[in-house]
Structures are given as C-alpha cells and as structure tokens.
C-alpha cells in the first residue's frame, strides 16, 4: 500500500472505478446473451426488442469510455446482422 495520502486516494478511486467498470461490462454480456438467445430460439418479437435495448445498453457503454467506439460498433453492428438474418 502506497504511504501518501494522494496516492493511497488513488489506488482507491481505482478499485471502485474498476468495479464500476466491471458491472457494466457485465450488463452488456447479459444484454447481449439475451440477443442470442432470442435469435436462437426464433422469435423475431423478442430478438427486436432485446436488440434495441442491448443497443442501448452498449451504447452507454461506449460513451462512458468503458469500451473503444469501434469495439461498440461492431458489437452493435454483429448484433444487428444476426436479427436481421432471422426470416
């Protein structure tokens, strides 16, 4: 452990930033689960709607800085593919 106050603050500030991180990273693979198994199961209804709220769920993501943009596009852009593959 660190012996300034200012770097022990830090290392603090880390740990819960990092969990913070962590649970949303978390929401965003529910989310996205939720899409899969939607398209797996068939049921274009459902797959519509986890897809809009996965989107949004990324979306936040992204703008947070928790994930590069890119790697939000092409998660969104992957999900988007497979519902719309779905006759």
């Not at 068939?42 to 993501?61: E, V, Y």
């Amino acid at each position: 452990m660190a012996n300034i106050k200012s770097a022990k603050k830090r290392v603090l500030v880390g740990r819960r930033n990092a969990e913070k991180n962590k649970a949303v990273r978390s929401g965003v693979k529910t989310a996205i689960k939720k899409v899969e198994s939607a398209v797996a199961s068939g049921d274009k209804a459902a797959a519509q709607s986890s897809l809009t709220a996965a989107i949004s769920t990324i979306s936040k993501a992204g703008s947070k800085g928790i994930y590069h943009k890119n790697n939000t596009a092409r998660k969104v852009s992957r999900l988007s593919q497979m519902v719309n593959k779905m006759n």
